[in-house]
């Protein structure tokens, strides 16, 4: 039955989500029941194609990447794929509408990782962040408001700025990764050599301006996304305290965590928040 082939291609996203990021995955579980597919939907696919271009050294990530990107268009064609990410996520497109020019911003920004290992100006920084990061929370916003243009056109600016913010932790959390291993540098004129307190805390100015802007679009999300949104927003301000208060030569070290038993204590915070209406 088709029905039993759709569910298990999403069963296959929701355990790519619940493999790679035990943050998000939470996260996920916080939304209604209704939406969760989608969303996992989602992740899957952007974390496939984020995998291609930063874990595969070992084979040819452009012939991959192009592979990947024809083969969700060709998906999108028939409404069917064999590739069960592809498959689960081009059903999402179908369903909610997604625009294809959020869906091509994101893969070129993954191009851009083969080829570009330093941004060198804020129009450069903010193109990548905007493919990276803007466009995905623009596709979840679309599961969110299930239709309702109106409030996706109000809520659009803070689920960018929200993108970017968890992006841009994610850059100064991986740092040893990105620029050590990876040879990335996405920071415009911040030598990361050299990290010291006075970049690190203007990076982080601009991570705390994001946050301040996406939170005003959380309070207006429709109930069945609120929590789930707002415990990942949490967890990721955690994630922005530790890195505040850590060593810029230990950012540049190490990678920065917040502990599963800390990520319990703010999901059950967030959840008295919430059930006593304080957002």
């Known amino acids: 039955m088709k029905k039993i082939f759709d569910n298990s291609a999403v ?5 790519v989500t619940n493999s790679y990021s035990t943050s998000f995955s939470l996260a996920v579980k916080m939304l209604y029941k209704s939406i969760q597919p989608a969303i996992y939907s989602i992740y899957g696919f952007v974390r496939y194609a984020d995998e291609v271009v930063d874990t595969f050294h070992d084979y040819d990530k452009e012939v991959l990447l192009e592979e990947f990107k024809n083969d969700f268009y060709l998906s999108l064609d028939r409404g069917i794929s064999l590739n069960p990410i592809l498959h689960s996520f081009q059903r999402v497109v179908i369903d909610y509408n997604i625009d294809l020019n959020l869906i091509q911003a994101f893969l070129r920004s993954m191009k851009m990782d083969l080829t570009k290992s330093n941004y060198a100006t804020y129009e450069e920084y903010k193109e990548y962040i905007y493919g990276s990061a803007d466009v995905v929370g623009l596709m979840c916003l679309k599961v969110f408001v299930n239709g309702d243009q109106e409030k996706y056109e109000e809520l659009k600016d ?5 993108g970017s913010a968890f992006q841009k932790v994610n850059f100064l959390r991986d740092l040893k990764q990105d620029f050590n291993d990876l040879n990335r540098s996405y920071f415009p004129g911040i030598d990361l050599k050299n990290l010291n307190e006075a970049t690190k805390s203007q990076i982080i100015e601009e991570i705390e301006a994001d946050f301040a802007k996406a939170y005003e679009g959380i309070l207006k ?3 069945e996304a609120k929590f789930g949104v707002y415990t990942a927003y949490v967890y990721y301000k955690k994630l922005l305290t530790n890195l505040k208060k850590t060593e810029p030569v230990k950012i540049t070290n190490t990678r920065i965590r917040v ?10 915070r967030s959840y008295i928040t919430y059930k006593l209406n304080l957002l």
Do not use: V
């Open 11 to 15: 069963a296959c996203s929701k355990i």
């Open 158 to 162: 803070s689920a960018m700025a929200l």
């Open 221 to 223: 999300l429709p109930n």
């Open 259 to 268: 502990s599963n038993p800390i990520k319990f204590f703010l999901l059950g």
